[in-house]
Every structure is written in structure tokens, then in C-alpha cells.
């Protein structure tokens, strides 16, 4: 027996006023044939000895009842199916209109009744997947309010944008596990946010960043942060493509939130890369910023060509057979100090 609180008052065991208190008992019973162990709350009359509940807990305790059973069984506890609706801020009612069952089915999933098999499934889908709960959602805009489907969608929009997040950074990190070569990183691990940093940095720095000439500007960065300090910023490993330097993962990186950039269809698709807003150089240091700072002042006004002309110029890219990753030790001998 475990006490909770305690609190003078009328005591409605033995009818006289005095300590009374709350506990919490570790109680046994069996629900549809299940037996099932779970915490129930009572008041404790000290001087008979006696539990008593009130209507509150007699309710405390049923869902308790419930609860362990749900458990037990491996479904989805009341506490859980709330956590799933409150994920995506959706009111109970609505949550039933969207998933088309009974006006009251969540509101009694919540509290004492067991769901069914099927309908755990399906509140176990809807919180791993944003994109389905979305599709259930526009399929039943109708049935809600302007406000609330605006609500509801925004909120799956963002749960939707940050699993895709997850999805590209699992991605990026299983093409650099395949890279057992620390020194095709620069002798650091890939620190995706300093990545993110760099480029939101040198979009700041260099006006019409378009993608080729962003790659190059990172590789010439690390490059030289390597040349100096014998390690690079970002821990990209880069790969000598036609065009220069391209760091492995480019696609997923480009698509990473935090990335952003216009599209422009000129003879073919350009991404013209901008500063998030409000982004702040902070997570890189001083070191960082001076070799940045560097390519920037050299390299920053060059054209696309320009760039890859000079990169062609390199001892590094030369020296690296095509579409092998350029190793950090030609660095000693990049163009630039
Ligand atoms: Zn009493």
C-alpha cells in the first residue's frame, strides 16, 4: 500500500473527522477472461481499517482495470489512443468522422471500453503514418469544419514533413556508413548540421548560389578547413563527377529541412539555394568561418563555368579517378591557403 496524500476531513468510513488517506493498492481481477494486475485508489480509514471509494475513483479504478487488460494484451492503452488524437490536435468527435466510425467510438475508446482489434490497428497506423491520416482526412473534409480540416491538415503536413526529414537522414547516414575510409571524410564524422550551417552560410554570402557551384564552394571549403587544421567541417565525403566535386548524398542533403532554394526552369531545372530565415552561423566556429569566408572572397563571384573550370585546374580532382571519392590528403596541394 502506497500513500498518495493525506488530508484531515470527514472520514466517510467511520463518520468522524480526521486524517484520511489516499492510497494506492495493487489489486488482481479478471477481465473477459484475462486475469489482470493494476493500481487502484482508495481512502484508508486508519481507525477501522477500512477502503472505501468514491464515484471518482470507483471510475479511476475500472480504467485501470481496463488498462491493464489493454496492456496485457498489446493493445493500445486509453492514455495511448489520446496521445495518437492529440498528435495530430484533432477534438474526439472529429477524430471519428475522419476514420468513419460511430459519433461517440473515441470518447468510449478513451475511457472504458476495449477497442477492438481492428480499430487498434488502425489508430496504431494512423500514429506511424502522417501521410495516411492525411488521406483520411481530405477524404473527409466535408464532414468538418473550414477551420478545423485547416488545422488538423497543417498539423499532419508537419508531422508528414518531418518524418520525411527522418527518412532522408537515415538515408544520408547509410551511404556514409558504407564509407569505412575516415580520411574520405576529412577525419570527421558527418555533422549534418554543420552542413546544413554551411550552406545556409555560404547562401548568405553568394548571390545566385546555384547547385553545381554550391557543391564546388563545400568542397573547396572543407578542402581548405583540411589544409589548414588536417580535418574538414562538414565530414562530407566527396565524389569527382564531371563537373567537379559533388558530396555523396547531394539529392537526400538538398531535400534535408533547413535546405531551402527557388526553382527556376531555365533550358533545364535550376535550384537556386537562399538562407533559411533567421539562420544564424552559430554552430560553426571561427576557424570554420575564416576558411569559408576565404572561398567565398575568392570564389564567390565566379560563374558556374568559371568554377568548374577551376575545379578541373585542381591537383585533387585530377589525381581522383572519376566518380571516386576525392581523398582529403590532396589538399596539402589545393590552390588556395
Ligand atoms: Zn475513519
Redesign the pocket.
Known amino acids: 500500500m502506497k500513500i498518495l496524500k493525506s488530508e484531515i476531513k470527514l472520514?466517510l468510513?467511520?463518520m468522524?473527522e480526521?486524517e484520511?488517506n489516499i492510497v494506492e493498492v495493487i489489486e488482481n481481477e479478471g477481465f473477459k477472461g484475462v486475469e489482470v494486475e493494476f493500481p487502484a485508489i482508495y481512502e484508508h480509514?486508519?481507525?477501522?481499517d477500512e477502503y472505501l471509494a468514491n464515484e471518482e475513483m470507483i471510475r479511476a479504478n475500472n480504467l485501470a482495470v481496463k488498462d491493464a487488460y489493454r496492456e496485457k494484451t498489446g493493445l493500445l492503452t486509453s492514455r495511448e489512443i489520446i496521445g495518437v488524437r492529440e498528435k495530430y490536435g484533432v477534438s474526439q468527435k472529429d477524430l471519428a468522422e475522419i476514420l468513419d466510425w460511430s459519433m461517440a467510438t473515441i470518447t468510449r475508446y478513451e475511457n472504458h471500453q476495449v477497442q477492438d482489434r481492428a480499430h487498434d490497428d488502425i489508430l496504431r497506423k494512423i500514429d506511424v503514418d502522417p501521410q495516411w491520416f492525411l488521406e483520411m482526412l481530405k477524404r473527409a473534409k466535408d464532414k468538418l469544419s473550414t477551420k478545423a480540416y485547416a488545422y488538423y491538415h497543417r498539423r499532419a503536413s508537419q508531422h508528414c514533413r518531418s518524418q520525411k526529414n527522418q527518412y532522408l537522414i537515415a538515408s544520408i547516414r547509410a551511404i556514409y556508413a558504407d564509407l569505412d575510409n575516415a580520411e574520405s571524410t576529412g577525419f570527421v564524422e558527418l555533422n549534418l548540421n554543420k552542413v546544413i550551417a554551411v550552406i545556409n552560410y555560404l547562401a548568405q554570402q553568394v548571390n545566385d548560389l546555384y547547385k553545381v557551384k554550391l557543391m564546388k564552394l563545400l568542397w573547396y571549403s572543407d578542402a581548405l578547413h583540411f589544409k589548414r587544421h588536417g580535418r574538414s567541417i562538414t565530414g562530407l565525403a566527396y565524389c569527382a563527377l564531371p563537373m567537379g566535386a559533388v558530396p555523396e548524398g547531394h539529392e537526400q542533403i538538398m531535400m534535408l529541412e533547413g535546405v531551402n532554394y527557388e526553382v527556376f526552369l531555365y533550358d533545364n531545372i535550376a535550384y537556386k539555394f537562399i538562407p533559411a530565415p533567421g539562420f544564424e552561423a552559430k554552430c560553426l566556429d571561427a576557424d570554420e568561418l575564416n576558411a569559408i569566408d576565404r572561398i567565398v572572397g575568392e570564389f564567390g563571384a565566379l560563374s558556374t563555368q568559371q568554377i568548374i573550370d577551376k575545379m578541373h585546374d585542381e591537383e585533387a580532382y585530377k589525381c581522383t579517378d572519376s566518380r571516386c571519392i576525392i581523398p582529403y590528403s590532396f589538399a596539402a596541394r589545393l590552390s588556395i591557403d
Open positions: 472520514c468510513s467511520c468522524e480526521h484520511v480509514c486508519v481507525i477501522s
